[in-house]
């Protein structure tokens, strides 16, 4: 069974045309001022080609850096070819699934047989981790606005009250500290199970920092800027090929974190790894937490808010035996069509506005 050599592992064809492909990525990058992206299209090269992918930490960070290298490629097409974003998704999409199927040989990777891989959607903190990570996390986010708010307020500027945010503050502190207390209840069955589930975990942290960089960056101002308007982003002096690029980069990147999250998930790395309604369930997750499909509108915070409404439906049809399993198809999608014309309309309004 492949243990993590790649060079072993996969075609000599495969293997060559991936260490190809990833030098003319890194060219790639370069040429479109992607500079941080070429760096760790560098790291994972680094990691292929040292054979260090034979440890597991290793290999996910290089599956993640793979990841952007497709990013950059994707982004040069829309970017500079012109082709339109969802047909070359698509396209990518299809092809990438081809390439998996040479790359496993119809032979899928158990992920169960590595503890850090299993892990990471079925592990849990412990209960003092818990803890630690809910208190640390409603702290830093309550002084956070204190200090803003009193900045803002000294310095003359729109503010929010401090009762307003001492009110939020002990809200939040509230919710963290019953959804702590639950969760560090022995919930198992057969074995004990305790603590913050991990992919819970990353997925607050995750959000934390996407929210800080596209909201109290000027990078994420103008990723903001190109999606709502390229042109006027362009006129404004934004690099909106270097902007774009920069998105899909990223995209790409958290594809291959959600890739290596599924397998875990299924327990398995099989040729039909992202088939059938994940995809879709991902736009929608989004959609339906109030991303636009125009651009130019969404935070991490809401899309994850839409991929727990994903997640209850499912949950919520089996409380009620008497309805079929199509009625979660049926709700799902009449919740995402809601959404998109909530978001339709309100666009519309403003732009008479």
């Known amino acids: 069974m492949f243990k993590g050599n790649l060079h072993d592992g996969l075609p000599d064809a495969l293997y060559w045309s991936l260490i190809v492909g990833m030098l003319l990525a890194i060219l790639l990058a370069v040429t479109l001022k992607t500079y941080a992206a070429a760096a760790v299209i560098l790291v994972g090269l680094v990691l292929i080609v040292t054979n260090l992918t034979q440890h597991l930490l290793m290999a996910l960070i290089a599956a993640i850096c793979i990841g952007v290298a497709i990013g950059v490629f994707n982004g040069w097409l829309v970017a500079r070819v012109g082709i339109p974003s969802f047909v070359a998704t698509l396209a990518l999409f299809l092809a990438w699934q081809g390439v998996l199927q040479f790359a496993l040989s119809g032979q899928p990777v158990n992920t169960s047989n590595y503890e850090l891989w299993y892990k990471l959607t079925y592990g849990n903190l412990s209960v003092a981790q818990s803890w630690i990570f809910t208190i640390v996390i409603v702290a830093v986010y309550i002084g956070y606005t204190l200090v803003r708010s009193v900045r803002a307020k000294a310095a003359g ?158 949950n919520g049809l089996l409380l009620r035996p008497s309805l079929g399993a199509q009625w979660q198809s049926v709700i799902t999608g009449v919740v995402l069509l809601v959404a998109a014309a909530v978001d339709a309309i309100s666009r519309r309004r403003a732009a008479r506005g």
């Open 157 to 314: 500027l729109a503010h929010e009250g401090l009762d307003l945010v001492v009110v939020r503050g002990a809200a939040l502190a509230v919710v963290s500290i019953v959804i702590t207390y639950l969760a560090c209840r022995d919930r198992g069955s057969f074995t004990t199970i305790q603590g913050l589930p991990i992919p819970a975990a990353i997925a607050i942290v995750l959000m934390i920092g996407c929210t800080i960089v596209l909201s109290k960056t000027t990078w994420g101002r103008h990723l903001y800027a190109t999606g709502g308007n390229a042109e006027a982003a362009r006129r404004a002096g934004i690099d909106v090929v270097h902007m774009k690029v920069n998105a899909f980069t990223i995209c790409t990147a958290f594809g291959a974190l959600g890739g290596i999250m599924l397998a875990s998930s299924q327990s398995s790395a099989s040729l039909d790894l992202g088939s059938g309604n994940v995809l879709l369930f991902s736009v929608a997750a989004a959609v339906i937490g109030g991303t636009s499909l125009f651009g130019g509108r969404g935070r991490p915070r809401d899309a994850i808010l839409g991929a727990l409404v994903i997640a209850i439906i499912p």
